[in-house]
């Protein structure tokens, strides 16, 4: 059997992580690995962890404001379940952009995003968005917003009205 799926941070060093866990791209054999390891921790989308709330116990997060914070639909949308959730973007190539059937496709994309989203048990983003996302792609509007800056506690509505840096 395959040692328990765990990831555990070292304390006061960022970006580091113990070596005495076992990595998988599979939420499936995370969540297996973690439900039946009452000491591992795992980190994979949403989606699976709603879909196995009852196998899993999420775990309150400090939101950067003092407020621990569980994961929920409305936590992700809202921005307070940070830094762990993060919006979901298409990035378009300015050149590929003007082929026709590139434009089509991003149009549809924004235009049935939300629907697919939830179909597929992610988090939509809110419905201004898309639009907002729609405007940004007929002006077009170049760039990315976060142009090097933190976005950790940013509603998405207040992030994609940043302005874009190239």
Not at 67 to 81: D, F, K, M, N, R
Not at 131 to 152: D, I, N, R, S, Y
Request: net charge positive; hydrophobic share 35%.
């Amino acid at each position: 059997m395959d040692p328990p799926h765990k990831i555990a941070l070292l304390p006061g060093k960022s970006k580091a992580s113990r070596t005495d866990y076992t990595p998988s791209e599979d939420d499936n054999v995370l969540v297996q690995g973690v439900s039946r390891d009452k000491n591992a921790i795992g980190y994979f989308g949403y989606a699976y962890y709603a879909a196995n709330q009852k196998r899993l116990k999420a775990v309150a997060i400090d939101n950067g404001k003092g407020q621990a914070v569980l994961p929920s639909e409305q936590t992700v949308e809202s921005g307070t379940y940070q830094p762990l959730s993060r919006p979901i973007f298409i990035y378009v190539n300015a050149k590929a952009a003007q082929r026709p059937e590139v434009k089509e496709f991003v149009n549809y994309y924004l235009n049935n995003g939300a629907k697919f989203a939830s179909e597929v048990k992610y988090i939509p983003l809110p419905g201004q968005v898309y639009k907002v996302g729609v405007q940004h792609f007929q002006k077009p509007k170049l760039g990315t917003v976060f142009g090097g800056q933190e976005a950790v506690g940013l509603k998405i509505e207040e992030l994609v009205q940043r302005e874009a840096k190239q």
